[in-house]
């Protein structure tokens, strides 16, 4: 039996690697290893540490409240990028619809997803969901600490 490994396992993959990290302050270099089957050997790539960047809206004017938001590693030539989101305690982000896919990963904290339709799941660490491209969500931080969210932003190839 021939086994396939999706690049949503990959994703997956990265998420639970990184996932106990993102709690904690890391200072220094932080590293990304790149493997490649046709280079025969793994490439280190040493970059600065992620910046939490503080937003009161999204670019798209989406309403937020204790939201920061890093970019810690864009995968070369392609549309897949990790990130992290900080939802300060009382925080929130207002509904908003991507067209992207999102597996994400709950590294701290706890909160909750609401969808448009008004159905809404509490999330807490440890648990992991994945938003379908153009679903409607947003997020609301319920704990008494820092909500944090790592995901792999799969968008869709811009022709």
Same mark, same amino acid.
């Given at each position: 039996m021939k086994t396939v490994i999706s690049s949503g @396992? #990959?994703? *997956? @993959?990265?998420? +639970?690697? +990184? !996932?106990?990290?993102?709690?904690?302050?890391i200072s220094g270099l932080s590293r990304v290893f790149v493997f490649d089957e046709n280079?025969?050997?793994?490439?280190? #790539?040493?970059?600065?540490?992620?910046?939490?960047i503080k937003y009161e809206s999204l670019k798209? !004017?989406?309403d937020?409240?204790?939201l920061h938001i890093a970019t810690l590693f864009m995968v070369p030539s392609t549309n897949i990028q990790m990130a992290g989101?900080? #939802?300060?305690?009382?925080?929130?982000?207002?509904?908003?619809k991507p067209p992207g896919i999102y597996p994400m990963y709950v590294?701290?904290?706890? !909160?909750?997803?609401?969808?448009?339709?008004?159905?809404?799941?509490?999330?807490?660490?440890?648990d992991v969901f994945c938003h379908m491209p153009n679903t409607d969500h947003g997020y609301v931080n319920t704990g008494d600490?820092?909500?944090?969210?790592?995901? #792999?932003?799969? *968008?869709?190839?811009v022709k």
């Amino acid at each position: 039996m021939k086994t396939v490994i999706s690049s949503g @396992a #990959i994703a *997956m @993959a990265l998420v +639970f690697s +990184f !996932g106990p990290l993102w709690g904690q302050d890391i200072s220094g270099l932080s590293r990304v290893f790149v493997f490649d089957e046709n280079k025969n050997a793994a490439v280190v #790539i040493e970059k600065p540490d992620a910046q939490w960047i503080k937003y009161e809206s999204l670019k798209t !004017g989406i309403d937020s409240k204790g939201l920061h938001i890093a970019t810690l590693f864009m995968v070369p030539s392609t549309n897949i990028q990790m990130a992290g989101i900080k #939802i300060d305690k009382g925080g929130s982000i207002a509904l908003h619809k991507p067209p992207g896919i999102y597996p994400m990963y709950v590294a701290a904290g706890r !909160g909750k997803v609401t969808l448009k339709n008004g159905t809404s799941v509490d999330i807490k660490a440890g648990d992991v969901f994945c938003h379908m491209p153009n679903t409607d969500h947003g997020y609301v931080n319920t704990g008494d600490e820092q909500l944090v969210l790592l995901y #792999i932003r799969v *968008m869709p190839v811009v022709k």
